[in-house]
């Protein structure tokens, strides 16, 4: 799929969902053409010869309850998805969560993504543990709020070390974002063992184990959020970045069955779980194939806004899936596409990807 008919087909979706779709505009048209003060009909039937047709205006007046009916339903729809998400609660919690005595666990908080949600958090009050194999950046040194814990997250032990100092040092977390990641733009032959193991350990075996040393303590209180970082990858696998796609893949596999286990084995409700869905961002990251992106005008995202939405998330102690930007959330439908377009979607994407493994 071209970049342009991907830009056409955003505006076009925000348009018919702004208009065509919004039941608050397509209820007050019914009205005022069926029910509506007889003063401002008579001005709409002057204006518009169409109106004054009364087959035209049946037609008319049938697609509009057509659109109401669709758009309430879309309304209705999008509003028990948040429910579900949030543990079917209606009620805010803010007052359980005091934000100077909250401790955060941030994986990969030495740069990128991972550095800005330190940040954010930070300026919230929040206390952070930063867990990573970098040193602290100067930006977040001096900060009495924030402390380092060099630690390999793909060592189960290192992690487990890490967890007993954090609690001993600063108290049991209540946060944990499990942001770190890697990758790289390579074909399936060109991926070494190494690697392979690598990315699966960063990217997807970290968070069993980073789980398994913070959940215990949130369960205990009923009360925790822990934010996934994963991908649109989750939803496509391409060619030039299987890898990560897979492990992408796997982490929203992981995240849903935590959902699972945390409402049916545990009990644990008061427990907020976030996954997070950024389409191409701005980072390191992508550095293999940021060139042949910008040639093909692929829209890139500031991590800034990734950021800002992974603290509003737990801010607000909202659980959910947040696609960045929004509309991105169309690539959750792929599945259901047929075959062919499908294949088209992926072709675009994958051809604009392994531009950079040459």
Not at 89 to 117: F, P
Not at 217 to 233: E, L, P, Y
Not at 312 to 321: A, D, F, K, L, P
């Amino acid at each position: 799929m071209s970049v342009a008919v991907q830009h056409l087909s955003n505006i076009l979706t925000k348009t018919i969902a702004n208009t065509a779709f919004n039941p608050v505009l397509t209820a007050a048209l019914l009205w005022v053409l069926t029910k509506g003060p007889p003063a401002v009909r008579d001005r709409l039937f002057e204006r518009f010869a169409t109106l004054r047709d009364p087959q035209r205006l049946s037609r008319i007046v049938k697609t509009l309850k057509w659109l109401f009916a669709l758009g309430l339903l879309g309304s209705v729809n999008k509003q028990l998805n948040k429910l579900a998400l949030n543990s079917w609660r209606i009620r805010s919690e803010k007052k359980k969560w005091e934000w100077n005595k909250e401790v955060a666990v941030v994986t990969g908080g030495c740069s990128g993504i991972g550095e800005l949600v330190v940040k954010g958090l930070n300026k919230k009050g929040v206390r952070v543990a930063v867990l990573d194999i970098q040193q602290l950046p100067p930006s977040l040194q001096n900060y009495a709020s924030i402390k380092f814990f060099a630690c390999d997250i793909t060592d189960p032990s290192a992690v487990r070390s890490a967890a007993e100092a954090i609690r001993s040092t600063m108290g049991a977390p209540s946060i944990l974002v499990n942001n770190a990641g890697v990758a790289d733009a390579h074909t399936i032959l060109d991926t070494s063992d190494e690697w392979l193991r690598k990315v699966f350990d960063v990217n997807l075996l970290s968070n069993f184990t980073t789980v398994k040393a913070f959940l215990p303590d949130m369960i205990a209180q009923n009360k925790g959020h822990i934010v996934t970082v994963a991908s649109t990858a989750s939803f496509v696998g391409v060619a030039g970045m299987v890898d990560y796609c897979s492990t992408k893949a796997g982490v929203l596999s992981f995240h849903e069955g935590l959902n699972q286990e945390l409402k049916h084995r545990y009990n644990a409700r008061g427990i907020r779980t976030t996954s997070i869905h950024p389409n191409w961002v701005r980072t390191p990251l992508i550095k293999s194939w940021e060139k042949s992106l910008r040639a093909t005008r692929s829209s890139l995202i500031e991590p800034q806004t990734v950021a800002d939405k992974i603290v509003n998330q737990i801010i607000n102690v909202t659980g959910g899936q947040v696609f960045i930007p929004s509309h991105a959330a169309r690539v959750a439908l792929l599945r259901g596409w047929p075959n062919w377009l499908q294949e088209l979607f992926r072709d675009g994407v994958a051809k604009a990807v392994l531009q950079g493994t040459k």
